[in-house]
């Protein structure tokens, strides 16, 4: 009898810990999490059947503005994902990196340059830089790693467990409710609309004038941050040891004196990666060649809008798909069903920015339930340019 009891007691304390644990999981992920579109666009990421893409991208808001996978798959019939998050950090690239050939193993990797071309190191520490794309890593060895060597050891459980961080966002429901939903429909759908681009529906207008022009011209180098050089060093050597085809590439941006040492420091940046072996292709400089026109093809300085992003697509897509290295891999009719609606959706967003910018209005756009009710109403139409 005294048995009895005893295991009885054992399984409703296992239970009831289960429970615990289960409700844990539930709030973490749905509720009490702080869900934007880097969130969706990472957890996308991890949907994505094993070894079905044929490239991947990875870097800052720089590359997730600019590549569309849709417009890439309909033209020219790659799988592509953009494993990218706002302000990603040099720590975080390589994160990323390994992550991907942890999942994927992609023919082709293109790593968008901004996180290594700042002034300095400080973006590596920035607390919300660094949690936008860790806290929406799963765990893994690559996870465990980064917040083994650089998270203090008093934050440590924050972001194996993020729940611990962002339990107070339960004061601002139900204004969440729209991410929330998000989120659950992603899951329940099982894949990224979008494939990780978003977008503004603004057109940028400036009284600073524009020097991208001169920027063919431009010989000068600055030096990298110490420690963002070595990160880029160990980035490559990483790559080099797991035989990746790695290609580094610069996205257009809107260049003013404000932010010319970044072209420097692009510029010293190609010398290294040259000598190391590496393509590097700085598309700041080939503005006029993809066709980007600086008064309406920017929503700011450092983002295109769809006008200059589907120029910058068509442009990349293309030498991607005439790359020998990049090679296409064969997919189910349910893959290539899915990647049609991916293709139809990007369409259509495109019209739909097109519709607010030309009436004049502003919004974000991005996978989330407003942005996509909205497109209903436009044709999938492909876009001919």
Same mark, same amino acid.
């Given at each position: 009898?005294?048995?009895?009891?005893?295991? $009885?007691?054992?399984?409703?304390?296992?239970?009831?810990?289960?429970?615990?644990?289960?409700?844990?999981?539930?709030?973490?992920?749905?509720?009490?999490?702080?869900?934007?579109?880097?969130?969706?666009?990472?957890?996308?990421?991890?949907?994505?059947?094993?070894?079905?893409?044929?490239?991947?991208?990875?870097?800052?808001?720089?590359?997730?503005?600019?590549?569309?996978?849709?417009?890439?798959?309909?033209?020219?019939?790659?799988?592509?994902?953009?494993?990218?998050?706002?302000?990603?950090?040099?720590?975080?690239?390589?994160?990323?990196?390994?992550?991907?050939?942890?999942?994927?193993?992609?023919?082709?990797?293109?790593?968008?340059?901004?996180?290594?071309?700042?002034?300095?190191?400080?973006?590596? $520490?920035?607390?919300?830089?660094?949690?936008?794309?860790?806290?929406?890593?799963? !765990?893994?060895?690559?996870?465990?790693?980064?917040?083994?060597?650089?998270?203090?050891?008093?934050?440590?459980?924050?972001?194996? !467990?993020?729940? *611990?961080?962002?339990?107070?966002?339960?004061?601002?429901?139900?204004?969440?409710?729209?991410?929330?939903?998000?989120?659950?429909?992603?899951?329940?759908?099982?894949?990224?609309?979008?494939?990780?681009?978003? $977008?503004?529906?603004?057109?940028?207008?400036?009284?600073?004038?524009? %020097?991208?022009?001169? %920027?063919?011209?431009?010989?000068? =180098?600055?030096?990298?941050?110490?420690?963002?050089?070595?990160?880029?060093?160990?980035?490559?050597?990483?790559?080099?040891?797991?035989?990746?085809?790695?290609?580094?590439?610069?996205?257009?941006?809107?260049?003013?004196?404000?932010?010319?040492?970044?072209?420097?420091?692009?510029?010293?940046?190609?010398?290294?990666?040259?000598?190391?072996?590496?393509?590097?292709?700085?598309?700041?400089?080939?503005?006029?060649?993809?066709?980007?026109?600086?008064?309406?093809? !920017?929503?700011?300085?450092?983002?295109?809008?769809?006008?200059?992003?589907?120029?910058?697509?068509?442009?990349?897509?293309?030498?991607?798909?005439?790359?020998?290295?990049?090679?296409?891999?064969?997919?189910?009719?349910?893959?290539?069903?899915?990647?049609?609606?991916?293709?139809?959706?990007?369409?259509? %967003?495109?019209?739909?920015?097109?519709? %607010?910018? $030309?009436?004049?209005?502003?919004?974000?756009?991005? =996978?989330?339930?407003?942005?996509?009710?909205?497109?209903?109403?436009?044709?999938?139409?492909? *876009?001919?340019?």
């Amino acid at each position: 009898m005294k048995f009895q009891n005893y295991v $009885t007691r054992t399984v409703k304390t296992a239970c009831f810990f289960l429970a615990v644990m289960m409700s844990c999981l539930l709030l973490q992920q749905y509720v009490l999490r702080n869900v934007d579109h880097n969130s969706l666009r990472v957890e996308g990421f991890y949907q994505e059947e094993r070894d079905s893409l044929d490239a991947v991208f990875i870097g800052a808001s720089d590359i997730y503005t600019s590549f569309m996978p849709g417009r890439a798959y309909e033209k020219y019939g790659f799988t592509s994902y953009l494993l990218a998050s706002e302000s990603i950090t040099s720590e975080g690239v390589i994160t990323a990196v390994k992550e991907v050939v942890r999942t994927q193993h992609p023919s082709l990797i293109i790593i968008e340059a901004n996180a290594f071309l700042y002034g300095d190191s400080d973006n590596e $520490t920035n607390e919300a830089h660094v949690h936008k794309f860790f806290d929406n890593l799963p !765990f893994s060895i690559n996870k465990l790693n980064y917040i083994n060597r650089k998270v203090p050891v008093d934050n440590k459980w924050e972001y194996m !467990f993020p729940l *611990i961080k962002y339990h107070g966002l339960w004061t601002e429901l139900p204004d969440r409710v729209n991410m929330m939903q998000s989120n659950f429909n992603l899951d329940l759908r099982g894949y990224n609309y979008l494939k990780g681009f978003r $977008t503004t529906a603004k057109v940028f207008k400036s009284d600073t004038p524009s %020097l991208n022009s001169q %920027l063919p011209y431009e010989t000068g =180098e600055l030096d990298l941050d110490p420690e963002l050089q070595q990160n880029l060093f160990d980035l490559l050597d990483y790559s080099k040891e797991n035989n990746l085809n790695v290609i580094f590439v610069r996205a257009p941006h809107y260049v003013t004196k404000d932010t010319y040492d970044r072209v420097k420091r692009s510029n010293k940046m190609e010398s290294i990666l040259e000598e190391r072996g590496f393509d590097y292709y700085a598309f700041e400089n080939y503005s006029e060649l993809i066709g980007i026109d600086d008064s309406r093809d !920017f929503y700011n300085e450092d983002h295109m809008n769809v006008y200059g992003a589907i120029k910058f697509t068509d442009f990349l897509a293309e030498g991607l798909a005439n790359d020998d290295d990049l090679k296409i891999g064969e997919q189910s009719e349910a893959q290539q069903e899915m990647w049609k609606e991916v293709s139809a959706t990007t369409n259509r %967003l495109y019209r739909y920015c097109d519709d %607010l910018m $030309t009436n004049g209005e502003e919004k974000g756009a991005q =996978e989330d339930v407003i942005t996509l009710d909205a497109l209903e109403n436009y044709s999938d139409a492909p *876009i001919e340019r």
